[in-house]
């Protein structure tokens, strides 16, 4: 009996453990088309600035862009790397 229930413990953990995996998956997914996506407009705005733009514009653009990046949650991003190192 003792072995029935850790057979159900364990499917039950593993099932979970499935589920969370999809779910992550599908986050990462999400991420990696987000992560396209920002590629891509970052590329057709260095075009034009490139194509009309002065050395000043363009710098300012690159300060801007960084500390949007920043903003936008890198740093988030790194922390849950780590919390995901200290985790395993």
Do not use: C, H, P
Request: no cysteine; net charge positive.
């Amino acid at each position: 009996m003792a072995k029935d229930n850790s057979a159900q413990d364990w499917d039950k953990l593993w099932t979970e453990y499935n589920r969370s995996l999809k779910t992550w998956l599908q986050a990462f997914e999400s991420l990696q088309k987000a992560s396209s996506q920002v590629q891509a407009k970052y590329k057709e705005v260095m075009a034009k600035a490139l194509s009309g733009s002065n050395q000043n514009t363009l710098s300012e653009f690159t300060d801007k862009w960084q500390k949007a990046i920043s903003e936008a949650g890198l740093n988030a991003f790194k922390q849950w790397g780590e919390n995901w190192q200290t985790m395993i």
